[in-house]
């Protein structure tokens, strides 16, 4: 009976032990990435001709530098998050942008709010990695009082 028992306390860690190796990591953004136009999608808007997004990840902050391009000039816009759910503000062409990122498995949430011509939107951008840490894949929502549309941005990890 006591053989028993031990044996099942014994398979029963191993199942756990085995079960907390599947658990999904959180993966680290930090590389410098571009534009895979071909495999993005921009909803209602333009491609830009270029973006290029450089990232420093060191859990739980996260820092990003995207340079963009398009017919009205290149600029660039520095963000700076925590991804443990607490309130961040940062500046975008002097916008005050408020949000919060927060782990969802590991897909990062970042939902943000901002005043853009006098119009507040609120942005909610989730972010994946691949298997191969090879594509870094955004899906982004926007709302606002003129309607919503969808965009996903495919960057391409710049090989070292």
Not at 27 to 46: I, V
């Amino acid at each position: 009976m006591k053989t028993t028992v031990k044996l099942f306390c014994l398979a029963v860690l191993l199942i756990l032990a085995a079960g907390a190796g599947f658990a999904q990591e959180k993966p680290n953004f930090s590389g410098e990435w571009t534009l895979n136009a071909s495999k993005s999608d921009f909803g209602p808007f333009p491609a830009p001709a270029k973006f290029v997004r450089k990232v420093t990840h060191e859990e739980p902050n996260l820092h990003s530098v995207t340079t963009q391009a398009s017919e009205r000039g290149e600029f660039t816009t520095e963000l700076r998050y925590t991804t443990d759910g607490k309130e961040w503000v940062n500046q975008i062409r002097g916008q005050q942008v408020k949000g919060v990122a927060k782990w969802d498995g590991s897909t990062l949430v970042i939902e943000s709010k901002r005043t853009f011509q006098d119009t507040e939107l609120t942005i909610t951008e989730k972010w994946r990695l691949s298997e191969d840490k090879k594509t870094l894949s955004i899906d982004t929502h926007i709302a606002g009082p003129q309607g919503e549309a969808d965009l996903r941005f495919v960057l391409d990890r710049k090989e070292s």
